[in-house]
């Protein structure tokens, strides 16, 4: 004999009821009083009502299409997995998501309207004798799962961000979300006002695709009202680092491509690693948005995609240094605050620049990762200065690097000419790469420090060279910028500059990255303009660039040049 629980059973009838009867417009109002009008009619335009929802536990699969059968609901395919009630489940019963077997059904009810719409059936399994019996308990009495949804569908990012920002306007309150792979879609749960006419709470937008980007800013005002969930991402951050930069040091991502999936024991073989620990690995980098589950398998995203070896734009040697050598003197970074100390130094014993020369596989990676930050760069080659040098200028590059900056203007404007400083080791790999895109017939190359800054050149670029230095060594570095400029020649300085309102920039977070590291700091604009002003040099303009990144436009200080803003 089947049986079903009555309390469930007259639940899911209720809610088919509620389904039939409303409509978008309708129900608009009753979730969010005051809403009417253009506003209102806007809603309607670009999302509609598309079901209602509940979580029952029959104990098998049988007793829940029993269920369904007596409240004349019937579902036309299998359950699926519900990742998004399974983690939100397992997170307030402080259970392992493996236990909790949730399933989502969707039988269709024709409405008073003429539409067709769903009934969202979310299943646990309750076995009898189940422990999870206190959670059906639960769950039954608070209804946490029970909501409303609206579909949008045409998920175009500022829709989906106005409807996000209409619902938060007449009083509903974000709580959580997620992506789904199993059938690509994103939900972004709110909680409903407090003077909502609706029985149902919660409600819940369903974006077809995969909008991560976006709930990720709608997650965080929903951590933002649980201060213990956000302490606890926050502690565990080192975590990511080190799943990032494991599966860039297995060469995972390199065995994975964006168009085919791949179960964790075929990754296992290609990459010689043990597979069920992998599969852990995997299963927290889904949640990061770095790989994504479907029923192929796993597959890289356009994020895990940088992490390939041969990825245009790779950023795995930044995952290589970042949890490598960075991270071990980020142990001592409080000793960095308590005593001023470089936390690098006091880990390695000698400063970076030291370290990595000495080691020629360090000094090559730490290169590489430079190179990987290329895409700050992106703009720069059209930048005025650039674009209207006259024909034969020559651009120095002071502390270029591997030459990934300067190429990238050769390339752009075969009119001009290049020259390049650096450490003796440094320049012959610049002179390597510069060879291989053709620029040598246009480049020289100088191996030197500082003070070698040759004289002549008609536009110079410091490129995130000054952050690496107290402000002592920075006026020095300018200085000797400054005499070899002639009055007309132009100065570059490539930064993150920080922000002055306390906005989030990346720059405040290398604020800390270099005084743990190298002692460096990073600087508000004005703090660079006095810097210049130190070394005969006047700020006469600032560029934004990608990743946070600012060009500033120094020239030598003078009649013409006074005044200028920032």
């Known amino acids: 004999m089947i049986t079903t629980s009555p309390g469930d059973t007259s639940r899911l009838r209720a809610t088919a009821d509620f389904v039939r009867e409303q409509d978008t417009a309708t129900l608009l109002p009753l979730l969010f009083p005051g809403l009417d009008g253009p506003e209102l009619r806007s809603l309607v335009e670009r999302c509609r009502f598309s079901h209602a929802a509940l979580l029952v536990f029959p104990p098998d699969r049988a007793a829940l299409d029993a269920m369904l059968t007596e409240c004349g609901l019937v579902a036309d395919a299998p359950p699926r997995p519900s990742v998004v009630v399974r983690r939100r489940l397992a997170a307030r019963h402080a259970r392992h998501a493996r236990e909790l077997d949730v399933g989502i059904l969707r039988p269709t009810v024709q409405c008073q309207d003429g539409a067709r719409r769903t009934v969202e059936v979310f299943a646990l399994t309750v076995p009898p004798g189940s422990d999870l019996g206190a959670v059906a308990a639960h769950e039954r009495e608070r209804q946490h799962e029970a909501h409303v949804a609206f579909e949008v569908p045409a998920p175009d990012p500022l829709v989906l961000r106005g409807l996000c920002a209409v619902f938060a306007q007449y009083g509903a309150v974000p709580d959580g979300g997620g992506h789904n792979p199993h059938e690509d879609g994103t939900v972004f749960y709110f909680t409903a006002p407090a003077d909502a006419k609706s029985p149902y709470t919660r409600v819940e937008l369903y974006a077809p695709g995969d909008h991560r980007d976006i709930l990720a800013a709608h997650l965080d005002g929903h951590r933002a009202r649980q201060p213990a969930e956000t302490l606890l991402r926050l502690l565990t951050g080192a975590w990511t680092t080190q799943a990032l930069t494991a599966f860039a040091r297995l060469e995972v991502a390199d065995a994975m491509d964006g168009e085919r999936g791949a179960d964790p024991a075929e990754l296992a073989r290609a990459t010689g690693v043990h597979a069920p620990n992998l599969a852990v690995l995997l299963r927290y980098l889904t949640m990061l948005g770095v790989v994504r589950e479907d029923r192929d398998g796993f597959r890289l995203t356009d994020v895990g995609g940088l992490l390939r070896t041969d990825a245009e734009g790779s950023m795995r040697p930044l995952a290589l240094m970042y949890g490598g050598p960075f991270y071990e003197s980020f142990a001592g970074l409080g000793h960095t605050v308590r005593t001023g100390e470089v936390a690098f130094e006091r880990r390695f014993g000698e400063n970076h620049f030291d370290h990595f020369a000495r080691d020629p596989e360090l000094a090559e990676l730490f290169d590489r990762s430079m190179a990987a930050g290329a895409r700050m760069f992106d703009p720069l080659p059209d930048h005025p200065v650039l674009a209207s040098a006259a024909d034969g200028a020559t651009v120095v ?170």
Do not use: Q
Not at 407 to 417: D, T, V
């Open 397 to 566: 590059d002071v502390a270029g690097g591997n030459g990934e900056l300067l190429g990238r203007i050769l390339s752009a404007h075969p009119r001009l000419n290049g020259l390049l400083l650096e450490r003796p080791r440094t320049v012959e790999t610049a002179r390597r790469l510069l060879d291989a895109a053709g620029h040598t017939a246009r480049c020289a190359f100088r191996a030197g420090d500082f003070a070698d800054v040759p004289a002549g050149g008609d536009v110079y670029i410091l490129s995130r060279v000054l952050h690496d230095w107290d402000d002592d060594r920075c006026r020095e570095i300018l200085r000797h910028c400054a005499r070899a400029m002639r009055d007309t020649a132009d100065l570059l300085v490539v930064e993150r500059v920080l922000p002055t309102d306390g906005s989030a920039s990346l720059a405040t977070a290398w604020d800390l990255h270099m005084m743990c590291n190298v002692g460096g700091r990073e600087r508000r604009a004005d703090h660079y303009a006095r810097l210049f002003a130190d070394a005969g040099l006047v700020l006469t303009g600032r560029t934004p660039l990608p990743l946070d990144g600012d060009v500033l436009h120094v020239r030598k200080a003078g009649p013409a040049h006074t005044g200028a803003g920032l």
